[in-house]
């Protein structure tokens, strides 16, 4: 028999339990999905995390995540044995049930390249792709050479009026919200697997770069921006190599970001810094009142 848990926040047994259906995964398709393993240790204000179980084990999974204002980013997986079985539809959909009572315009999901089976799911939902972003990772242990004769100063921040700066930074690079950035990123200095980085231009604020590491000791590096009068001066360079460094003198060996596919200018600034381009994601929007095909009926599972 099949059994749906709901939980808020994975335990260390349900993180094992998750690492071997993964892995599971990986061994069939070629690549892990997408996952925020920090996160999903964390209780969060609105529940959002359901597995499927038979015989103790794991078969599938599926957790929610609202990292911007208007989306419901959706990480999941399903056991090789147990697809075709709608297991994941199954789980989207009491996923959707419980999000009614959150704001949010549509839902953000993601595949690999090559994952037809996924993608034609995807389409019979009404899901459009949207874009394609690669991983891109470095295990070089060399410091990076600064040959700069215009120099920026690299600080960390770790105070409340800190958090304030990296959000004006993110809205000026990224247009993203400014009061859901500046609650999101006062809370991530305070973490102590966060590390957020300000840089400055002859004492004016013009770039800032994030950093999670995670529980397999990878150093996650996100949000990189430069403000947008600044670029095209070298100082994205320049920042990209002052964080790794940094990085690097603390011990830190192994690296990783995803990239747009489409960013070309991005993709060669981080070769020149020795990451490799490897495994390319899909990710595809659902509006929110997507429908199933007729067939489909929602099993009601035991609890």
């Known amino acids: 028999m099949i059994t749906l848990q709901e939980h808020n926040g994975f335990s260390e047994k349900l993180i094992a339990d998750l690492k071997e259906l993964i ?3 990986k061994a069939v398709d070629g690549y892990a999905p997408m996952l ?3 996160v999903l240790k964390l209780k969060r204000e609105t529940p959002g995390d359901y597995c499927l179980y038979q015989n103790n084990k794991m078969i599938g999974y599926l957790s929610t995540f609202s990292f911007e204002d208007s989306l419901i980013e959706i990480s999941f997986a399903v056991h090789p044995d147990f697809r075709n079985q709608s297991l994941f539809e199954e789980l989207l959909e009491y996923a959707r049930d419980h999000l009614q009572m959150v704001q949010y315009d549509a839902l953000l999901l993601s595949t690999g390249e090559q994952d037809t089976a996924l993608v034609n799911t995807f389409t019979r939902l009404g899901a459009k792709k949207t874009h394609a972003e690669y991983i891109l990772r470095r295990d070089n242990l060399s410091a990076e050479e600064i040959y700069a004769t215009d120099p920026i100063e690299l600080v960390q921040g770790q105070k409340k009026e800190d958090g304030l700066r990296l959000a004006e930074v993110h809205a000026r690079c990224f247009g993203s919200n400014l009061e859901l950035m500046t609650e999101r990123f006062t809370k991530a200095i305070t973490m102590p697997n966060r590390r ?3 840089a400055f231009h002859h004492g004016e604020i013009l770039g800032a770069a994030h950093v999670r590491i995670e529980s397999n ?3 996650c590096l996100h949000d990189i921006g430069i403000v947008p009068e600044k670029q095209h001066f070298g100082f994205g360079l320049q920042l990209l190599k002052l964080v ?3 990085l690097i ?8 970001m995803m990239v747009a596919a489409n960013n070309e200018r991005a993709l060669r600034l981080y070769q020149r810094c020795h990451f490799s381009v490897g495994h390319a994601y899909q990710f595809w929007r659902i509006d929110k009142h997507f429908t199933f095909p007729p067939h489909y009926t929602l099993p009601k599972r035991k609890h």
């Open 23 to 25: 892995s599971a995964c």
């Open 36 to 38: 925020y393993w920090e």
């Open 196 to 198: 957020c980085f300000l």
């Open 217 to 219: 000791g990878s150093a």
């Open 244 to 246: 790794l460094n940094t």
């Open 249 to 256: 003198a603390d011990g830190q060996t192994h690296f990783h």
